[in-house]
């Protein structure tokens, strides 16, 4: 979320309590036992951040003791100006964080049997249900349970009839086996 309507002292409190929410959520999945922590989509409220910004978000980021999988969303799309194509970005991002930047399988690290896939936006507009292509991978094999990450709006909840990036209800509850 952009805060551009705020006075700058507020905008400097709502950048840090991002950071602080950050945190917070690391130290809940360690509290809780999670195995790993997805984050659907807009980790960054725009590509063109400011690189302190980005070091910040790395250092919050280390808090995590868990494996941590990032899907761009449509305001941090893989596009050519990606931060996550930035040597901020690149240099610093810790060995724990995975980013999701391809439809592929992503076995959880230290969670046997458990898999991730997501379709990562690509611009800040897409023409596709994000679900669409992971779907097309097929059913997860042996005993793997899978789960799948979107960025977007789900169709029955969207205020648009027919927005081209809606996440089709129907063919999620069809499944993989589709």
């Given at each position: 979320?952009?805060?551009?309507?705020?006075?700058?002292?507020?905008?400097a409190r709502f950048?840090?309590?991002?950071?602080?929410?950050?945190?917070?959520?690391?130290?809940?999945?360690?509290?809780?036992?999670?195995?790993?922590?997805?984050?659907?989509?807009?980790?960054?409220?725009?590509?063109?951040?400011?690189?302190?910004?980005?070091?910040?978000?790395?250092?919050?980021l280390r808090a995590?003791?868990?494996?941590?999988?990032?899907?761009?969303?449509?305001?941090?799309?893989?596009?050519?100006?990606?931060?996550?194509?930035?040597?901020?970005?690149?240099?610093?991002?810790?060995?724990?964080?995975?980013?999701?930047?391809?439809?592929?399988?992503?076995?959880v690290a230290g969670?046997?049997?458990?898999?991730?896939?997501?379709?990562?936006?690509?611009?800040?507009?897409?023409?596709?249900?994000?679900?669409?292509?992971?779907?097309?991978?097929?059913?997860?094999?042996?005993?793997?349970?899978?789960?799948?990450?979107?960025?977007?709006?789900?169709?029955?909840?969207?205020?648009?009839?027919?927005?081209?990036?809606?996440?089709?209800?129907?063919?999620?509850?069809?499944?993989?086996?589709?």
């Open positions: 979320m952009q805060a551009h309507f705020l006075p700058d002292e507020a905008r950048a840090q309590d991002r950071f602080a929410a950050v945190e917070r959520i690391a130290k809940v999945a360690a509290d809780e036992g999670c195995g790993f922590v997805v984050v659907v989509g807009d980790v960054f409220d725009s590509n063109h951040v400011d690189r302190g910004v980005v070091a910040k978000a790395v250092d919050a995590f003791t868990v494996p941590v999988y990032l899907l761009p969303g449509n305001h941090d799309p893989l596009d050519p100006s990606s931060v996550y194509f930035d040597d901020a970005w690149i240099a610093h991002r810790p060995a724990h964080v995975t980013l999701i930047d391809e439809v592929e399988v992503v076995s969670s046997p049997g458990i898999e991730v896939v997501g379709d990562p936006w690509r611009t800040k507009s897409r023409l596709t249900d994000p679900t669409t292509a992971c779907l097309q991978l097929g059913s997860p094999t042996g005993d793997a349970l899978r789960v799948m990450v979107a960025h977007g709006v789900v169709d029955h909840l969207s205020p648009e009839d027919d927005g081209p990036s809606q996440i089709d209800s129907d063919a999620l509850r069809r499944g993989f086996s589709a």
